[in-house]
């Protein structure tokens, strides 16, 4: 006896039960929020704590009108969740949001706006700034409409990598910064298509993450204007301003105009991870778009401003973004927000991890004071979906909060070492008293992370937020008049040193000082304990002119020049070979901090201090010169030496070195004061050539030295 088929719709309420505004509809199913496919229909899920009534409004995609508003009947809410299924939609060619009216009596801190049609906090794409910066029409009541997306991309099996932590080298950068220039030359400029041509090029520097600067999507047009002095348009280039937090940036997407924005951010992190390369997202959940009292109602604010936002008594806007508005993290709520949000981009989008900005808010409880258990990052902490994900904490905010080697982690969190970027800036530049800190910053900063190991720290010397490398070596002070802002803008403490001249320059040996100062940061960085992380374009010496707030520049200024590839090959030459003598050495990769004992009986300490004599640091107010002797494993299990010399002296010196055991010889790796040497200063790892003399090295004005044993 054959069983009957049955059509799946046949075993769903699949059937409208109501009519309203012409549309069949019926009870909707109230989780998941947002618009999903049902079997005939779609779904709508919404929340609002107070709210009188919802309206689900329909559009046409891109139209004006209308072409239906459906009052969402009152029982259809279960508790504050207010949910329909609409048959006979044609949802490919769908605009949708929400007309809220709230109570007669409203408090005092509600902003319902019945005259606002409010996009879908969870929509899964958004339209309206489909091409970047599109002058999008001013006159369209509803700026930023939501969407549906659909789950038909093929993975082809991919899945998140897990590389380890001491195994990470993270590049942060710019989704269209990175390819928007015509020297790319890739067929679909400074969008997510673009990137993936340049692959090859991440995969040869050596880098296995990348940091992607904000991909949620927002607008450019925010707080955009003309720069008096240029007539240019600035806007908002770097994206720390979300509209959207379940949708890629549509402008980012060769198909934005299509509508394909999810389909070809999928395919980047796909070809990402078929490289060996892991995605992170810089994620800003601190504040939204909608900013202070005088902001635009986008969609929480009209939802639900008691619940999203830290509010006053008097219900104006807590400021601890410096951005106008903090959203209320620890509120269940949106606790619960967030967390779907990112098993949402960890599950859908296979997405490695995620960077927070200003993290030291969601810290903050309801009255914006720090919780002593924060409900949201101790879930963060142990969801099981997040598991696997890197969780990397910016710890500060612009309140005041700083939580570098306090964050609280819950075992689970890194941190960007904000303190490893200043001790070893101050160091390069020859200020006094640094070579204690700078030795804590080499082995992990166990000052911060005692009990936490050295993947806590993030080690950077530069990052979006600054100056770039070549920058710090090449300005004194900041030069930020294109921002329009009277150089009033940015950080006016960037421990930067000119090597004797402001800006540009034809002097070479100026020149060559700056670009023996970028080595030795490259030698630092990539030999320190911890996660290194790199912000793109520093190893091919880009600069922004010294500006170090280009948030607003969607021009030469912020987008990496592709000429430079060849212009300073030394120097990205050099810094591939300290990312593969990185790679070869896996004590300089060790999670666990180092002791100054023998503990691998090699009858040497695993880390050891020396100075212009071996054995013999010199720790003094005065003192330029640290030598780091470092011993473990290698690679092939026989014990490993690492000798490095780092100089902010503006002499050299003749340094004694640390005797070998028997049978080994010391073999040359680094010298930047050599440019010389085979690949400006670096040797490819496994090809170190003998020094002549294996009693001393010189170390010369301003450079570093690093020294490998090898057996004789």
């Not at 069949?24 to 005939?40: E, K």
């Not at 950068?173 to 400074?190: I, N, Y």
Request: aromatic share 12%; with cysteine.
């Amino acid at each position: 006896m054959t069983a009957p088929v049955h059509v799946v719709r046949d075993r769903i309420d699949s059937y409208p039960t109501h009519q309203i505004a012409g549309y069949g509809v019926r009870l909707g199913r109230h989780m998941p929020f947002g618009a999903t496919l049902v079997p005939g229909g779609v779904n709508f899920s919404v929340y609002s704590s107070a709210a009188e009534a919802v309206s689900l409004v329909l559009f046409r995609s891109g139209e004006h009108t209308p072409l239906a508003e459906i009052e969402i009947p009152h029982e259809f809410r279960i508790g504050g969740v207010w949910a329909i299924t609409v048959f006979g939609l044609d949802y490919e060619n769908l605009d949708y949001g929400y007309r809220v009216r709230g109570p007669r009596n409203a408090h005092i801190a509600d902003r319902f706006d019945p005259e606002k049609i409010l996009a879908d906090p969870y929509a899964r794409a958004m339209s309206g700034r489909e091409v970047w910066g599109r002058q999008p029409d001013w006159n369209d009541p509803y700026q930023y409409r939501s969407k549906l997306a659909f789950d038909d991309f093929d993975w082809d099996d991919d899945r998140p990598l897990r590389i380890p932590n001491e195994d990470l080298v993270v590049y942060e950068m710019h989704v269209r910064g990175f390819t928007r220039d015509p020297s790319s030359e890739v067929s679909a400029p400074g969008t997510y298509a673009g990137l993936v041509e340049k692959i090859p090029y991440l995969k040869s520097l050596g880098v296995n993450c990348v940091e992607l600067m904000p991909v949620f999507e927002f607008d450019e047009f925010e707080n955009s204007r003309i720069d008096p002095a240029t007539g240019e348009m600035l806007v908002n280039y770097w994206g720390y301003s979300t509209v959207g937090f379940f949708a890629p940036k549509a402008g980012y997407a060769a198909t934005g105009p299509f509508g394909m924005q999810v389909d070809e951010f999928k395919n980047l992190v796909k070809e990402l991870h078929a490289a060996g390369i892991q995605v992170l997202l810089d994620v800003v959940f601190n504040h939204t778009a909608e900013g202070n009292e005088e902001g635009p109602t986008i969609h929480f604010r009209g939802l639900d401003n008691r619940t999203y936002y830290i509010l006053t008594p008097e219900g104006y806007y807590f400021n601890f973004s410096g951005t106008g508005n903090t959203f209320n993290c620890n509120h269940p709520i949106v606790r619960n927000y967030v967390l779907s949000c990112l098993r949402y981009w960890a599950s859908e989008f296979h997405i490695d991890g995620f960077r927070f900005d200003l993290a030291a808010i969601l810290d903050r409880g309801e009255d914006g004071a720090p919780l002593a258990n924060p409900p949201l990052l101790e879930a963060l902490s142990y969801d099981p979906l997040l598991r696997d994900c890197v969780l990397i904490a910016e710890a500060w905010d612009a309140g005041g909060l700083y939580q570098v080697g306090a964050f609280p982690n819950y075992g689970r969190w890194s941190e960007w070492n904000g303190k490893y970027r200043d001790t070893v800036r101050n160091f390069l530049r020859g200020e006094p008293g640094t070579i204690g800190d700078l030795a804590t910053r080499i082995v992990g900063s166990p000052d911060l992370y005692s009990t936490r190991g050295t993947m806590a720290s993030i080690n950077f010397i530069t990052c979006h937020d600054g100056f770039t490398l070549n920058d710090m070596v090449s300005y004194n002070g900041k030069h930020n008049e294109a921002n329009g802002e009277d150089n009033r803008d940015g950080n006016d403490d960037n421990g930067s040193w000119n090597c004797g001249i402001e800006g540009p320059t034809d002097d070479a040996e100026v020149l060559a000082l700056r670009l023996r100062q970028m080595k030795n940061a490259f030698l630092l960085l990539l030999t320190s304990h911890g996660v290194p992380m790199i912000y793109s374009g520093d190893e091919v010496a880009r600069s922004q002119g010294g500006n170090n707030n280009a948030y607003c520049h969607d021009n030469a200024i912020s987008w990496f020049d592709w000429s430079l590839v060849e212009k300073n090959s030394e120097l990205l030459d050099f810094v591939r070979n300290c990312i593969a003598f990185r790679a070869a050495h896996p004590l300089l990769r060790s999670p666990l901090h180092p002791t100054g004992q023998d503990v691998t009986g090699t009858g040497y300490p695993d880390v050891s201090w020396h100075g212009v004599r071996a054995w013999d640091a010199d720790w003094s107010q005065d003192s330029r010169l640290l030598g780091v002797l470092r011993t473990g494993p290698g690679a092939d299990g026989a014990s490993d030496f690492i000798y490095q010399v780092a100089n902010a002296h503006w002499e050299g010196h003749d340094v004694e070195l640390p005797a070998l055991p028997e049978g080994l010889r010391w073999h040359l790796f680094a010298d930047t004061w050599a440019g010389s040497l085979s690949s400006g200063g670096a040797i490819h790892p496994g090809f170190e050539p003998p020094v002549d003399n294996q009693r001393s090295v010189w170390v010369g004005p301003r450079s570093s030295v690093i020294l490998v044993a090898r057996p004789q």
